[in-house]
């Protein structure tokens, strides 16, 4: 069983920051990308930020500038590190990971944590 554990997420003011943690564990043979996502109420679900195994990032245009993906490859753990938080990026965020389990699967499989709210208000 692979798993996916978030934390860091909480309340705080606009211009604070957080730093989101997500420790993959389990059955996980190789991690090909991690990522974040956010879904606030009766929103989609976007994509934040993402790193490939190649540790190339992504990242949606209303965060550039402002958080910043890192991988710990040896401890299958990504980290968002969130400065200048505005109201807008309160959300659920999810932790992403799109691995395969095994040396005979072919395609990697994604798994998603369970989430933490990330609140920003005064």
């Given at each position: 069983?692979?798993?996916?554990v978030e ?18 564990s ?10 974040w ?9 976007e994509?934040?930020?993402?790193c ?8 949606a ?29 309160t ?8 691995l ?8 990697p ?7 933490t ?6």
């Amino acid at each position: 069983q692979v798993q996916l554990v978030e934390s860091g997420g909480g309340l705080v003011q606009p211009g604070g920051s957080l730093r989101l943690s997500c420790a993959a564990s389990g059955s996980i043979f190789t991690i090909y990308a991690m990522g974040w996502y956010r879904q606030a109420p009766g929103k989609q679900r976007e994509l934040v930020a993402a790193c490939t195994s190649g540790d190339s990032a992504n990242y949606a245009d209303s965060v550039k500038g402002r958080f910043t993906i890192s991988t710990d490859n040896a401890k299958n753990t990504v980290h968002l590190q969130m400065n200048s938080l505005k109201p807008e990026d309160t959300a659920v965020y999810y932790c992403n990971a799109h691995l395969i389990t095994t040396a005979t699967m072919t395609s990697p499989i994604d798994y998603w944590g369970q989430g933490t709210q990330v609140t920003v208000s005064s």
